[in-house]
């Protein structure tokens, strides 16, 4: 791998970095302000690797290169780390199970690469799995440094909302206020809006994970809603509460449709 500056912005493909140049446009700034502890990035690509942790160190964030399960275990055991990037398909491991393996002794943050845009059900099932956030190759690594710090920061958020008394306190979107109190919606022009218990726990859902693509079996758990009703209730939910929040329902703008996924909030979001 070459050592000038720019290679660390080229698009990250299944092998080598591809000859797209990424360097264009703000950059991916410094995270020396997050507090990251190393990341451990799980992939069977040596290259791959040392690109990836090669670009992280340049901003700042320890990283540690792994090539498989075992070698995951390894350091995994030793000390959890602050969030690990994890691709799908490990040779003869299977990323899954070890998302799986993963999410029964830890919360860490997890983003998962998938190798093509075709494998729609991987990243689906990684989701479910417990997966934070996705990216498919060929991706830059412009995007995924991103994406890295746009998961630490919902999870300092996550962090912070936890930290408060849950009848206090609230949301800020877009003019809106969620007063978590009285479970009372505000619009933008002051005026209080009625929320069902089911639309009250999605919107919630949605505050607490905001622009993260989440799965209707996610949105099913967070919602509460029995396992023998069907994912398309989840759906139902989303139209009722878009009804209340979007100025046309059939363009949705605040709670977006993500194609093989489930829904975005896509709005900027206040604790208060």
């Known amino acids: 791998m070459s050592d000038h500056p720019a290679d660390s912005e080229r698009t990250v493909a299944s092998g080598p970095a591809s000859s797209r140049d990424d360097s264009t446009g703000e950059g991916a700034g410094s995270a020396a302000d997050l507090a990251v502890d190393r990341i451990l990035v799980v992939d069977d690509d040596p290259t791959l690797r040392r690109m990836i942790t090669s670009y992280f160190e340049e901003h700042d964030i320890p990283s540690v290169a792994v090539g498989g399960r075992s070698e995951f275990g390894r350091h995994f055991g030793a000390s959890e780390p602050g969030l690990v990037i994890l691709d799908l398909r490990l040779g003869t491991d299977d990323g899954l199970d070890l998302l799986r393996e993963i999410r029964s002794r830890s919360d860490v943050p997890v983003i998962i690469t998938t190798g093509h845009r075709r494998d729609e059900i991987d990243r689906v099932l990684g989701l479910e799995l417990g997966a934070d956030d996705y990216v498919t190759k060929p991706f830059s690594l412009r995007e995924l440094l991103a994406r890295v710090k746009a998961v630490l920061r919902r999870q300092e958020f996550g962090r912070q909302a936890r930290s408060r008394n849950p009848e206090r306190g609230g949301y800020r979107f877009g003019g809106w206020r969620l007063e978590r109190r009285n479970r009372r919606l505000i619009d933008p022009a002051g005026e209080p809006v009625a929320l069902t218990k089911g639309e009250y726990a999605l919107l919630l859902a949605f505050l607490e994970a905001p622009r993260r693509p989440l799965s209707r079996e996610h949105l099913l758990q967070a919602t509460r809603v029995h396992e023998d009703i069907y994912d398309r209730s989840i759906d139902v939910q989303v139209l009722r ?16 449709t993500e194609r093989g996924v489930g829904y975005v909030f896509d709005l ?3 604790p208060f």
């Open 268 to 270: 900027s979001v206040e």
């Open 241 to 256: 509460l878009r009804r209340k929040l979007e100025v046309d329902s059939s363009a949705p703008r605040v709670i977006r």
